[in-house]
Nanobody
């Protein structure tokens, strides 16, 4: 089970740090996704167990940083230079199989945390 937190309301240009705690041992690859109102859930970032493989969506590259603390079973997403278009519910999930960028490749979704960026 995954528990995401850290969302909130922030002005454009601000920062937030999301956390996702796994109740058990987290999987080899973990990911962050987001879903804006009226839109499909989309890939944001993912990271492997040792952090050797990291990927970002083009829309967040250079602004967001994913990391994990395996000793604490915790996944993080540092979000800087936030834009109004980053407004969405952010979800963490465990990769099961298939493409690292596809929503369908992940399972054990957390409940999500709302991020709202005002202009």
């Amino acid at each position: 089970q995954l528990q995401a937190s850290g969302g909130g309301l922030v002005q454009a240009g601000g920062s937030l740090r999301l956390s996702c705690v796994a109740s058990g041992r987290s999987s080899a690859r973990m990911g962050w996704f987001r879903q804006a109102p009226g839109k499909e859930r989309e890939f944001v970032s993912c990271i492997t167990w040792g952090g050797l493989s990291i990927a970002y969506a083009d829309s967040v590259k250079g602004r967001f940083t994913i990391s994990r603390d395996n000793a604490r079973n915790t996944l993080y997403l540092q979000m800087n230079s936030l834009k109004p278009e980053d407004t969405a519910v952010y979800y963490c999930a465990e990769h099961v199989s298939g493409s690292a960028f596809a929503t369908g490749s992940y399972d054990y979704w957390g409940q999500g945390t709302q991020v709202t960026v005002s202009s």
